[in-house]
C-alpha cells in the first residue's frame, strides 16, 4: 500500500519558516520524481518545486529563492524549506509522486502564513 505521509505544517508570521516533510512507503522511492504541489481556498492546486531521482531541482518562480526542495533516498523521504513566508503562501501543500504511469498523492498539510 502506497503511502505519502506530510508533516511540518502550521500557523506561521509573515517572513517566518517551516520545513515541510514528506515520508513515502510503499514505492521504489529512488525511482521516483517528487514534487510539492499547493491549493489555496478557490483556487487550482499549483506545482510549488519538484526534485528528479537524479536530483534535479524545478521551482515555480513565485517560490524562486525562498523555497528549497531535497530528497533524502534512505529515509525515502522529501522536504521543502520554506523561508521568507508570505501570507499569500497559505494553501493546503500537498507532497505528490510520479513514476511512470503511477501518481500518488498525500493528504496534504496545512500551512497559515498570518500575523
Known amino acids: 500500500q502506497v503511502q505519502l505521509v506530510e508533516s511540518g505544517g502550521g500557523l506561521v508570521q509573515p517572513g517566518g519558516s517551516l520545513t515541510l516533510s514528506c515520508a513515502a512507503s510503499g514505492i521504489t522511492f529512488s525511482l521516483h520524481h517528487m514534487g510539492w504541489y499547493r491549493q489555496a481556498p478557490g483556487k487550482q492546486r499549483e506545482l510549488v518545486a519538484s526534485i528528479s531521482p537524479r536530483y534535479t531541482t524545478m521551482y515555480a518562480e513565485f517560490v524562486k529563492g525562498r523555497f528549497t526542495i531535497s530528497r533524502d533516498n534512505a529515509k525515502k523521504a522529501v522536504y521543502l524549506q520554506m523561508n521568507n513566508l508570505r501570507p499569500e503562501d497559505t494553501a493546503v501543500y500537498y507532497c505528490?509522486?510520479?513514476?511512470?504511469?503511477?501518481?500518488?498523492w498525500g493528504q496534504g498539510t496545512q500551512v497559515t502564513v498570518s500575523s
Open positions: 505528490n509522486a510520479k513514476f511512470s504511469t503511477y501518481d500518488y
